[in-house]
């Protein structure tokens, strides 16, 4: 079992940016498609951005398309997500997830996800 730890979040300004990232252990992450969900208060978690195993299929959900870019180091174990144009409305916990394929990752908490992480709070100030 894959063990990850996501790191980078914190308070930012809207129309600012983030980089978040997810250490794997235990496993290679290059044997999971890998994807990042969130969690506002009150909210279901959601789907965020999914990818592949070797980065061929990427997808985004379209409240992030075009802000957010998902992509990973296999060979570091690792992936990211850089988050720009923050709104205060992704203001959530962020939580890195891994699963066998990317369309579980995609299809979101129905079906994804082998692990997660403990999560990373994003604030988006106005």
């Known amino acids: 079992q894959v063990q990850l730890v996501e790191s980078g979040g914190g308070l930012v300004q809207a129309g600012g940016s983030l980089r978040l990232s997810c250490a794997a252990s235990?496993?290679?992450?290059?044997?999971?498609?890998m994807g990042w969900f969130r969690q506002a208060p009150g909210k279901e978690r959601e789907f965020v951005a999914g990818?592949?195993?070797?980065?061929?299929?990427?997808y985004y959900a379209d409240s992030v398309k075009g802000r957010f870019t998902i992509s990973r180091d296999n060979a570091k174990n690792m992936v990211y997500l850089q988050m720009n144009s923050l709104k205060p409305e992704d203001t959530a916990v962020y939580y890195c997830?891994?699963?066998?394929?990317?369309?579980?990752?995609?299809?979101?908490?129905?079906?994804?996800?082998?692990?997660w992480g403990q999560g990373t709070q994003v604030t988006v100030s106005s």
């Open positions: 235990g496993r290679t992450v290059s044997q999971y498609a």
């Open positions: 990818i592949s195993r070797l980065s061929g299929s990427i």
């Open positions: 997830a891994a699963d066998s394929v990317v369309s579980s990752v995609v299809a979101g908490i129905a079906r994804c996800c082998k692990a």
